[in-house]
């Protein structure tokens, strides 16, 4: 079945392609204007189309019904058919990771190519594969025939490994470097596949599909296919998991928002409890280290760094991005990668406990030994652009309000706080004083807000109290140009100030 997929959707023309799409168009220009190099040279990692675009390439050339200045082949007339059977005399493959001898290029590619094509107004197309693995003697000989190329024959070498390949072999094609294919392409693919195959699946599975076929299209559909095997046309996130190992980017975001708040309990709690859940701990940590890097490309390179995720965890990326100091993030990866080399430990999470457990005293100990640098960075702005910021915003009147009945003083405190930041539904208040802390902390006092903060933002928050080092900005930032600051400071002492 897997293969099956694989065959079955084998692009037939050129818009069929995913992805590689400057290779494509230049290809196409050429068939078109009939303006053709005698040998390409297609290098790309595996299953990122080399052959499906050779083979392309082959059929196009040799279609009968393909217009002039056109580029498509019409896979419906003798040609193409025999093309496409893999029975034309015109059309030869070659593995050359199975022939690499001298021998076997002179007898199927030199001798051959002396001989017209059989479609004489077509082309004899020689596609070897893995071209790399041919030996010394076997590019010799090669060479010889590129350098001096027989009328319509045209020579398409593919290598996963262009180091491989003589430079004098190099020098003698057009090179086409093919790149991995991007997961939101594989994607889309996978999606039109689905529909083809009448089979519903998330996007979610598709992703992961994607994910783990790092940038190889056939090896995406081959897993697809899988998955789809065993499926009775509904594939769920538990059928899927039998074929696909688990992970959980949930489980990594929590991890990673968990080591930015600085809660050391919740991330290692959270790395316990996916140990007593089974999860492949190899994988988990992969692909934490691949989570963070992006952070941290992100954080560098900016919006126009490609997030190679789906939607979700892409938001969520960009928001770490901006949370996460870079010296942090890079300080993070570099402690994970390197714990990661503890091979000999009878606990299998200990290396990455102690990463996060090394992390934090690592900022720790920053704030000891350099306090004034790190409050000047820890100088946090109220990201005034948050839809929740924004509606504790208009509605903070409300939180003042409600806390009246309770106590006049408190409500005070609150009009004189704001809301700094909110995640993983904890809504960090900002106050001027620590005397305000200790009397907004107590339990009956956080009941009160909770419920109010709870009915604004429309579902369950917890929340915490912060002296904030950038206050007068943060609250002057908060308050806006609101007209009515006094007369809503009056309102909360209920005049009695005057
Ligand atoms: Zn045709």
Known sequence: MSEVIYRKYRPKVFKEIVGQKPIKITLENEIASGNLAHAYLFVGPRGTGKTSLARLFARSLNCTNRKDKESEPCNNCENCNLILAGRSMDIIEI????????????????????IPPFNSNGYKVFIVDEVHMLSKS?????????????????????????????????????????????????????????????????????????????????????????????????????????????????AIDELTGALRLKNLSTALNQINKLVDEGADLNIFISDFVDYIRQIMLYKIIGPSFVID???????????????????????????????????????????????????????EETKDFSSDVVEEKS????????????????NWHKVVANAKPLNHSLSAMLQTSHPLSIEQNLLIIGLEYDFHREQLDKPEVKENLIATFNEILDRKISISFEIDPNYKQNHQNFKGKSENGIEEVLDTFGGEML
């Open 95 to 114: 593995d050359a990771a199975s022939h690499t001898g001298v021998d076997n290029v002179r007898d199927n590619i030199i001798a051959n190519s002396q």
């Open 138 to 250: 076997a590019f010799n000989a090669l060479l010889k025939t590129l350098e001096e190329p027989p009328k319509r024959v045209i020579f398409i070498l593919a290598t996963t490994e262009i180091h491989k390949v003589p430079e004098t072999i190099i020098s003698r094609c057009q090179r086409f470097d093919l790149k991995k294919i991007p997961i939101k392409d594989i994607v889309k693919r996978m999606t039109e596949i689905a529909e083809w195959e009448k089979v519903q699946i998330s996007e979610k599975i598709l992703s992961e599909i994607a994910r783990r076929s790092e940038g190889c299209l056939r090896d995406a559909e081959s897993l697809l296919g899988q998955v789809i095997s065993i499926s009775g046309g509904k594939v769920t996130d538990e059928l899927a998991s039998l074929v696909l190992p688990n992970s959980n980017w949930q």
């Open 309 to 363: 995720f789906d939607d979700n965890l892409t938001d969520s990326i960009k928001k770490h991005a901006q949370d996460f100091a870079l010296e942090d993030i890079s300080k993070l990866l570099n402690i994970v990668l390197d714990k990661l080399s503890i091979k000999e430990t009878m606990i299998d999470q200990l290396p990455l406990e102690l990463a996060c457990v090394e992390f934090l005293l690592a900022q």
């Open 379 to 394: 100088k946090k702005k109220i990201n005034l652009n948050t839809e929740d910021i924004k509606n504790l915003q208009t």
